[in-house]
């Protein structure tokens, strides 16, 4: 079958990754040397959208930039992998968010980040004609949504269902210091959740939106993975690192009543409750963007009609191989695919 088409919207920035030696110093008046920067597109619409073209998925994006430099090399970046930029729409009111990604040898990562553009992003500007998946990104970094409890976003999400569109959302840690991190998650998801058909947030992102303060084991990932389900939303996919990913789905039913894409393999997708083993990488790159790059396998698995638990184990390995610095090509996936195929998963 041809893949389903994808738009991915929301949060969309550049990220400037120094090369780093060891971590940098804050002294006054002291200069580092650090090595050459890389300037890539970043955020989840970036992230997840060229995962997604790479394996030959039809995608699309929405997002806001500003009309500055930076808004003129995210659009020509986009481009050069194959993403139409139609759906970027440029602004002169605010400047193109960034990331100052710092991420020394052995360390996990610190973001500097200007929200920039995002923050007025309200979800207006999406298209959804000729698509059959939407995918949205970051929503606690996408304010213009998050008004009058998230009502900007319930709208969207609403709309989608009503032309039939499958529904999926991916979250980000809440700092509590934002606005995000002063609204009532608990209350949006109790809203939202319903018309959201597949979310693939990390346990952080929801420990730090649903103001958890509990040590993180396995029960505690699966007890949220299990609240999203029974918020509404059809399929819950919960990553924690090195432990892999929880799924959990809803039954036949809710999962019948989602947009046409999960509608269409809802036998092979309905009431799985499993953990995912995450897959080992050949080598550490960076981990910066794997999250994103793990819901694009997810999304790669459902868009060429895979079972849940053959799409899940795409993502995992989408993510070792984002991790090692490289991305899957749409002869690898294929391969991923039939040989987890053969193996029994669907």
């Not at 809710?254 to 046409?260: K, P, W, Y």
């Not at 070792?320 to 695919?337: D, T």
Request: aromatic content about 6%.
């Amino acid at each position: 079958m041809a893949p389903y088409s994808v738009l991915v919207a929301g949060h969309f920035c550049i990220d400037v990754s120094p090369e780093l030696a060891a971590a940098p110093g804050l002294d006054p008046g002291r200069l580092y040397e650090v090595g050459p920067a890389r300037l890539t597109p970043g955020g989840c619409v970036a992230n997840t959208a060229i995962a997604l073209a790479a394996v030959g998925v039809p995608t699309r994006v929405c997002a806001t930039v500003g009309e500055d430099p930076f808004g003129e090399v995210v659009c020509r970046l986009l481009a050069e992998h194959g993403i139409e930029t139609e759906g970027i729409t440029r602004t002169p009111a605010v400047a193109t968010s960034y990331s100052i990604v710092v991420q020394p040898p052995g360390h996990d990562r610190t973001f500097w980040h200007h929200a920039g553009a995002n923050a007025v992003f309200s979800g207006g500007d999406v298209n959804f004609d000729g698509i059959e998946i939407l995918h949205l990104g970051y929503p606690p970094l996408l304010p213009a949504l998050l008004v009058d409890d998230a009502e900007p976003l319930l709208t969207l999400l609403k709309e989608a269902r009503r032309r039939g569109i499958t529904t999926s959302i991916d979250m980000v840690v809440v700092d509590p210091r934002s606005s995000a991190g002063r609204l009532n998650w608990r209350r949006i998801f109790a809203r939202i959740l319903p018309y959201v058909d597949l979310a693939t947030p990390s346990i952080d992102d929801l420990t730090s939106a649903l103001r958890i303060s509990q040590a993180v084991d396995d029960g505690l990932v699966e007890d949220c993975a299990r609240s999203l389900i029974e918020d509404g939303c059809g399929v819950a996919a919960v990553s924690a690192g090195a432990r892999g990913v929880y799924v959990v789905s809803a039954g036949r039913d809710r999962l019948g009543s989602a947009g046409a894409a999960l509608a269409s393999v809802a036998p092979a997708w309905a009431s799985v409750a499993e953990w995912v083993p995450a897959v080992v990488p050949r080598t550490l790159a960076s981990t910066t963007g794997a999250g994103d790059v793990a819901s694009a396998g997810l999304l790669y698995g459902l868009a060429t009609g895979a079972g849940l638990r053959r799409a899940a184990r795409l993502g995992a390995q989408f993510a070792a191989r984002s991790i090692a610095g490289e991305r899957p090509s749409r002869e690898e996936a294929r391969q991923w695919s039939a040989e987890l195929s053969a193996a029994g998963l669907d």
